[in-house]
């Protein structure tokens, strides 16, 4: 496993900074996953997002319910940013500094899991798997959201022009998506090796937009 626990330069400084401003565009996904989940979820659950970065969804949904909420970050920078978005919120959130590989939680602490277009960027996979079953109540949910690194071109462009970032947001972000992003997506089959390695009692693997979800049950 890489020490830093991330592929690429990662997300610090100005770079998490623009990243933050960039995804509020995509708010109403975020509102949208939230109203789902809290759907599913009975008031006073423990819910941990891994990975939240500035935080939209943990803040959108702890809007919808009295829910004990915790978010994991390796980016200082962004556990900053979402800290600072959940107090302008008025929402009280955990948001915490840690490595996904390598949780600073006791086993058994959370009854939902969520991990969102994270995972992929992510140097010890299966390792980040064994710990969120580990700190999963023994009848707890995981869910992760991702990119496949089959989507196609014009996928990846329908989705960022939805997202009306701008025209130099806009280009920037293709190349991301085609040079980097990509490469590290995986295929619905090596996830699938994945959640094989990680000890879950069963996954299933659904497709979505860009990519696909994988529900895992401990």
Same mark, same amino acid.
């Given at each position: #496993? +890489? ?8 997300? @610090?400084? /100005? ?5 933050s ?5 995509? !708010?109403? *996904? =975020?509102?949208? !996953?939230?109203?789902? #989940? ?11 997002e891994?990975? /939240?970065? /500035?935080? $939209?969804f943990a803040?959108?949904?702890? @809007? !919808?319910?009295k $829910?004990?909420?915790?978010? !994991?970050?390796?980016?200082e920078? %962004? ?16 948001? *915490?500094?840690?490595n996904?590989?390598? #949780?600073? =939680?006791?086993?058994?602490? %959370?009854? &939902?899991?969520?991990?969102r277009?994270a995972? @992929?960027?992510?140097?010890? /996979?299966?390792?980040? &798997? ?9 009848? +707890?949910?995981? &869910? ?15 989705y960022i022009?939805?997202?009306?970032v ?5 280009? %920037?972000?293709?190349?991301? %998506? ?7 997506? $995986? ?12 000890? =879950?009692q069963? $996954?299933?693997?659904? *497709?979505?937009? &860009?990519? =696909? ?6």
């Amino acid at each position: #496993m +890489g020490d830093k626990g991330y592929k690429g330069i990662g997300m @610090k400084g /100005p770079i998490a900074r623009w990243y933050s401003k960039v995804t509020f565009n995509d !708010l109403e *996904q =975020f509102r949208a !996953l939230a109203r789902r #989940m809290s759907s599913e979820l009975e008031q006073g659950a423990r819910v941990l997002e891994v990975a /939240p970065g /500035p935080g $939209y969804f943990a803040i959108e949904l702890g @809007k !919808l319910g009295k $829910y004990e909420i915790t978010g !994991l970050d390796i980016s200082e920078t %962004f556990v900053e940013i979402a800290r600072m978005n959940a107090k302008r919120e008025g929402v009280t959130i955990d948001f *915490q500094h840690g490595n996904a590989s390598s #949780m600073p =939680f006791a086993d058994n602490s %959370f009854d &939902l899991i969520v991990c969102r277009a994270a995972f @992929k960027n992510f140097s010890a /996979p299966v390792e980040a &798997l064994r710990e969120m079953r580990r700190v999963l109540r023994s009848d +707890g949910r995981a &869910l992760i959201i991702d990119l496949r690194r089959d989507a196609s071109k014009q996928e990846i462009d329908a989705y960022i022009e939805e997202m009306k970032v701008g025209n130099m947001n806009a280009a %920037f972000m293709k190349v991301a %998506f085609r040079a980097m992003l990509l490469k590290r997506a $995986y295929t619905r089959d090596e996830f699938a090796r994945f959640a094989e390695q990680s000890g =879950f009692q069963r $996954y299933d693997v659904l *497709q979505a937009p &860009l990519g =696909f979800e994988v529900w895992l049950y401990k």
